[in-house]
Structures are given as structure tokens and as C-alpha cells.
Nanobody, 125 residues
Framework: QVQLVESGGGSVQAGGSLKLSCAASGYTRNGRCMGWFRQVPGKAREGVAVIYYIDDTSYTADVKGRFTISQDNAKNTLYLQMYSLKPEDSAMYYC???????????????????WGQGTQVTVSS
């Protein structure tokens, strides 16, 4: 059974940083897509960053240059390092993993089969 558990969310002031973690159990990436999505109440879930193939990455334009997605294969953990946070980055952040997709540069939720419960990020101005 695949389980994804996010951690690292919290409240920070604008300009601050946070590092989200996603611990995976029952799942080994092996070149498949993993990623981070975010959602605010009343809006659709938005793709933030993905990692695919060995270590190819893709980011939504809003976070490019500020966020970095990475993985630690030994720990079976996915990370999202977030710098220069803005109030508009406030959202519930979800970790996602694909059952088979190995290419997901378009950061579409349809490529992902497994989802975590989310971790809240709140950025105050």
C-alpha cells in the first residue's frame, strides 16, 4: 500500500523559506513522476513542481527560481525547498506520485495516482 506523508509546512512571513518533505512508503520512484501540488479553498489544485526520469524537473512559472524539488533515494523522500515566499504561495501543499508515468513536465494531476494528505503553508505579508 502506497503512503505519502508530507511534513514541513507552517507559517512564515513574506520573504521567508520553508522545506517540505514527503516520506514515501510502499513506493519507490524508479524514474516515475513525483511532484508537489497546491490548493487553496475554492480553487483548483495547481501543479507546482515535478521530478521525472532520473532527475529531470519542471516548475510552474510562478515558482521558478524560488522553489527547488529534489529527492533522497536512500530515504525515499521527496523535498520541496521554498525560498522568497509570497502571500500568494499560501496553500495546502500535496505530494503526489505516479503509478506508471515517467514523463510529466506539464505538471498535470492526471499523471499522478497517489496523493498525500497535505501540509499547510501560510505566508503573511
Amino acid at each position: 500500500q502506497v503512503q505519502l506523508v508530507e511534513s514541513g509546512g507552517g507559517s512564515v512571513q513574506a520573504g521567508g523559506s520553508l522545506k517540505l518533505s514527503c516520506a514515501a512508503s510502499g513506493y519507490t520512484r524508479n524514474g516515475r513522476c513525483m511532484g508537489w501540488f497546491r490548493q487553496v479553498p475554492g480553487k483548483a489544485r495547481e501543479g507546482v513542481a515535478v521530478i521525472y526520469y532520473i532527475d529531470d524537473t519542471s516548475y510552474t512559472a510562478d515558482v521558478k527560481g524560488r522553489f527547488t524539488i529534489s529527492q533522497d533515494n536512500a530515504k525515499n523522500t521527496l523535498y520541496l525547498q521554498m525560498y522568497s515566499l509570497k502571500p500568494e504561495d499560501s496553500a495546502m501543499y500535496y505530494c503526489a506520485a505516479a503509478s506508471s508515468s515517467a514523463f510529466c513536465a506539464g505538471i498535470s494531476s492526471t499523471d499522478f495516482s497517489y496523493w498525500g494528505q497535505g501540509t499547510q503553508v501560510t505566508v503573511s505579508s
